[in-house]
């Protein structure tokens, strides 16, 4: 899986606000409603997966921190 601040197109040091406006633009892009790619589904998962992580600023600690992103299974 990519980087999150990758997938999200943000650099590491991007406030909440940043984080916030990146996943809604790109959610508004792929979501599978709007978008008919087949592959638009599941990076819509990913970008949805990356923002709950990003977007909490204590499961962004530990993100930064031991490489946890509370994979989905």
Do not use: C, W
């Amino acid at each position: 899986m990519a980087d999150f601040y990758e997938l999200l197109g943000v650099e590491r040091s991007a406030s909440q606000t940043d984080i916030k406006s990146a996943y809604r633009r790109l959610a508004r892009k792929y979501h599978p409603d709007v978008n008919p790619d087949p592959a638009a589904a599941s990076l819509f998962a990913d970008i949805t997966d990356a923002y709950q992580i990003l977007g909490d600023p204590r499961r962004r600690r530990l993100y930064d921190t031991e490489g946890v992103s509370f994979d989905r299974t």
